[in-house]
């Protein structure tokens, strides 16, 4: 029950905002906080994205040392609507929705769990379908 409950609170504190039309993620305030406190000191803010198999959502790992070329990306600052985030080509934010079921043609706010594995967190974009998501 206890469980349930913070799963539910951070559910509010810790969400993404997706738009399909520039494959934008913006980061919640919250969010980019837990981050940036997690990372290590002087780790240039680099994001890979990836599918968790398991369940079949979507998750992204700040710095994962990847020693083979792979598509990363650049976490930025946006001045025009002051907010934080990241370009996700591959796989793109459509492939997201698509795999979702989400439609294709507005933003959508995906709330975000904080897991650990092998003792580096991820995050996970929460599915729809999950009785703790945002609505």
């Not at 406190?37 to 398991?54: K, L, M, S, T, Y």
């Not at 600052?77 to 591959?90: A, M, Q």
Request: net charge positive.
């Amino acid at each position: 029950m206890i469980k349930k409950i913070i799963q539910w609170w951070r559910s509010l504190r810790y969400y993404v905002i997706a738009d399909p039309a520039d494959n934008s993620i913006t980061l919640s305030k919250r969010l980019f906080h837990h981050i940036k406190n997690n990372a290590a000191e002087g780790d240039a803010p680099v994001v890979f994205v990836f599918r968790i198999p398991e369940d079949g959502t979507f998750g992204f790992m700040l710095n994962p040392g990847i020693e083979q070329p792979t598509q990363m990306c650049e976490i930025q600052y946006n001045g025009k609507h002051k907010c934080v985030g990241f370009e996700s080509l591959c796989p793109s934010v459509g492939r997201i929705f698509y795999d979702y079921g989400l439609g294709d043609d507005k933003t959508v706010i995906l709330s975000v769990s904080v897991r650990k594995i092998n003792g580096k967190i991820y995050y996970q974009f929460d599915s729809p379908d999950a009785k703790h998501i945002r609505k």
